[in-house]
């Protein structure tokens, strides 16, 4: 595991164009990160399958209605 903090500051954001270009051309699979998502008002759900350490998805989503600040 290697982990990359603070591309977002990077001059050019070389590294953050790196990592966009890699998702894209396929070299690097996201999908499995997308798997959990809920809705604004399922966020309950959400937080417990969080605390539950995801049971098995690597990361939990909460989608915002269109509009949303």
């Not at 590294?15 to 959990?36: K, M, N, P, T």
């Not at 098995?56 to 989503?61: D, I, L, P, S, Y």
Request: hydrophobic share 40%.
């Amino acid at each position: 595991m290697e982990w990359i903090n603070g591309t977002q500051s990077e001059p050019g954001l070389a590294s953050f164009r790196e990592a966009i270009g890699l998702i894209q051309r396929g070299e690097i699979a996201v999908d499995h990160c997308l798997r959990s998502t809920y809705c604004l008002e399922d966020v309950p759900e959400a937080l417990a399958v969080a605390r539950a350490q995801g049971n098995g998805a690597a990361k939990v989503n909460v989608t915002l209605p269109a509009g949303a600040r």
